[in-house]
């Protein structure tokens, strides 16, 4: 049910590794937050938005993807001019754009699996110190990504109990035995986990 | 860590995907109608706790960063944590662990039912509240170019829906320490 | 391999689940019916460590479930009853492959074991299947072969038809009876134990008969007074 958002391809970014993206989106962040000449940000969001068209995505997946984080950088740009100046206000723009942008194609040409490899690399040195384990991060994942259908599944049998007893579908009333229904499960899928020697001390 | 706390962590923030995949609800007197899914870290502090419901939110944000759609409309990726509205998602992780410190301290299974909603809104607004805008206020001002005080007033539309997420999530908080208690209690 | 019960007690909180059991499994199939709260239940669990007897001590194959508590659960494998649970990771293959990572096998390792023990059910089909779609009696099968896949001599299985219907329910106890490993099953079926070698009967935290099926089923039926 949950599919990643990366896309099949083979763009430079694609091959690239993932630590190296990371860190080239960082840096980037820096520059951005750094520059505040729009006769610099303008192209900046040019060169971002090229970036992003590279990997292959299409012009209207790109803007599906992007439009809602867009809108409220727009909608604080708007601020920015009422408060500030129209200049100061399309400098912001730009500058968030350009990095909802390159963010964007970074998990555009990431996938899940790489990302978790790479989540293991960096919490490799937590492990000595006992602070977290890279086998439990991946495990809860998995285990996010296993139980979401049945959970929502369980929520329209809820739902479906509260319509054939002329109930309204209401968060109040189906929250609760959501909840309490789902976590009840913990003990037993525990259980079978442990059965199976996963966690090792 | 037992295996049952990753268990419960893990399908707390399940149920916080699957928040995302209801109908917003409708609020009759605000224009904007609330997610389901902005309930989550109100929830899991008072359901699972500070520790366990942070984790339950941290592991939420690491889905969103590694490309998976679990927002509310599918959303999801790097994209969203390089926006102007980052420091509230952060602020859904230490927001969930203030507002299971707050559940934890004042609510008790003994208590009459009264004193068990005051302490579970209470939690909800101070973590859920107050410290998911104490997070995204900074970084919407910063990213946006704003001052504090600008940010502040932007922020401040969200407050009356806020208030009523709180009072949902007091409700389901209580209803679940009454169903299937998880919240540990703290002196 | 010998499963040896000694004086093992298991009791929470003032409640005895267990009164002291003497016992010898060395069979191939072995069969345990009793109502629910009899202790059926927590002796399975003694046999893979999920409980720790509070007296006397259980070895699996010579190991005790406490002191050697990992490799005493290594030589067992564990079904539950509900399908749901036991299969943890969203893709099939993935989840049986899970098992085998903290092992320290490589990669390609890895996947040889797992299209084994798929082909070895049938089931190659339903590797790259998301868990959620599968039919309950796929499901249970799945975890099967996630369990036997690390190899374990010895298989449990909890009341595993109780949530299947009859199709489904007749696939498992096909795919049961014909596991080389040797098998221990409670159910409420007892038909499905007519093939077995020993049938144990548990009543009240205790072992109230123990020997071929048709005289231990008759002894449960008595017990039982239905």
């Known amino acids: 049910m949950l599919n990643g958002l990366d896309i099949e391809g083979s763009s430079p970014l694609h091959r690239m590794p993932v630590r190296g993206k990371l860190l080239l989106l960082f840096v980037a962040a820096i520059g951005l937050f750094l520059l505040s000449d729009l006769r610099l940000l303008a192209p900046a969001l040019l060169l971002a938005a090229l970036v992003y068209l590279s990997t292959g995505i299409g012009l209207a997946e790109a803007f599906r993807r992007t439009r809602f984080v867009l809108f409220t950088v727009l909608l604080v740009a708007a601020m920015n001019w009422l408060v500030h100046s129209p200049l100061e206000a399309l400098a912001v723009f730009c500058r968030l754009s350009a990095l909802v942008l390159l963010a964007a194609a970074v998990t555009a040409t990431t996938g899940i699996s790489a990302f978790m490899d790479e989540i293991a690399r960096l919490i490799a040195p937590l492990e000595r110190f006992g602070f977290a384990r890279a086998a439990d991060v991946s495990l809860a994942v998995g285990l996010v990504i296993r139980f979401v259908p049945e959970i929502f599944a369980r929520y329209q049998d809820i739902a479906d109990a509260h319509r054939a007893r002329g109930l309204p579908v209401r968060p109040l009333t189906t929250l609760a035995p959501l909840i309490i229904l789902t976590l009840k499960d913990a003990d037993t899928i525990a259980m079978a986990i442990d059965a199976r020697g996963f966690r090792r001390h | 860590m037992t295996t049952r706390d990753i268990v419960l962590i893990a399908l707390f923030t399940a149920i916080t995907v699957v928040l995302g995949l209801l109908p917003p609800i409708p609020l009759g007197f605000i224009p904007v109608p609330i997610t389901a899914q902005s309930l989550g870290p109100m929830l899991a502090g008072c359901i699972l706790g500070a520790r366990r419901g942070a984790l339950a939110m941290l592991l939420m944000v690491l889905l969103v960063a590694i490309g998976l759609p679990v927002l509310s409309g599918g959303r999801g990726g790097l994209a969203i944590l390089a926006g102007p509205g980052a420091g509230y998602i952060a602020g859904w992780i230490a927001g969930a662990f203030v507002c299971g410190l707050v559940a934890e301290r004042f609510v008790r299974e003994s208590q009459a039912e009264r004193a068990q909603f005051v302490a579970f809104f209470a939690a909800a607004v101070i973590g859920g509240v107050g410290v998911v805008h104490l997070l995204g206020v900074p970084w919407l001002a910063h990213a946006g170019g704003l001052t504090l005080v600008d940010a502040a007033k932007a922020s401040a539309a969200f407050l009356p829906g806020d208030l009523i997420k709180a009072f949902v999530a007091m409700l389901a908080g209580r209803a679940v320490l009454a169903g299937y208690p998880l919240l540990p209690q703290r002196a | ?226």
């Open chain 3, 1 to 226: 391999m010998d499963i040896v019960f000694t004086a093992a007690t298991v009791s929470y909180a003032g409640r005895v689940a267990l009164h002291p059991l003497d016992l010898t499994l060395g069979e191939r199939r072995i069969g345990v019916v009793g109502l629910n709260g009899s202790g059926k239940t927590t002796m399975a669990r003694l046999v893979n460590g999920l409980v720790k007897p509070t007296a006397g001590t259980v070895t699996v194959g010579g190991l005790d479930t406490v002191k050697d508590a990992e490799a005493a659960r290594g030589r067992t494998g564990f079904i539950f009853q509900n399908p749901q649970h036991q299969m943890i990771l969203p893709i099939l293959a993935e989840d049986i492959a899970f098992g085998l990572k903290n092992r320290g096998l490589d990669k390609a390792e890895i996947a040889g074991r797992t299209e084994a023990i798929l082909a070895r059910f049938g089931i190659s089909h339903l590797a790259r299947r998301r868990v959620h779609e599968l039919s309950g009696g796929e499901t249970q099968l799945g975890a099967i072969a996630s369990v036997l896949v690390t190899g374990p001599d010895f298989l449990i299985l909890d009341e595993p038809t109780n949530q299947l219907d009859l199709k489904n329910r007749a696939l498992i106890e096909r795919t049961v009876a014909g596991l080389p490993e040797q098998v221990l099953v409670i159910t409420h079926d007892l038909a499905l134990l007519d093939t077995f070698d020993r049938v144990l009967v548990f009543h009240e935290g205790r072992l109230a008969a123990d020997g071929r099926p048709a005289e231990a089923i008759r002894a449960y039926r008595e017990v039982a007074a239905c």
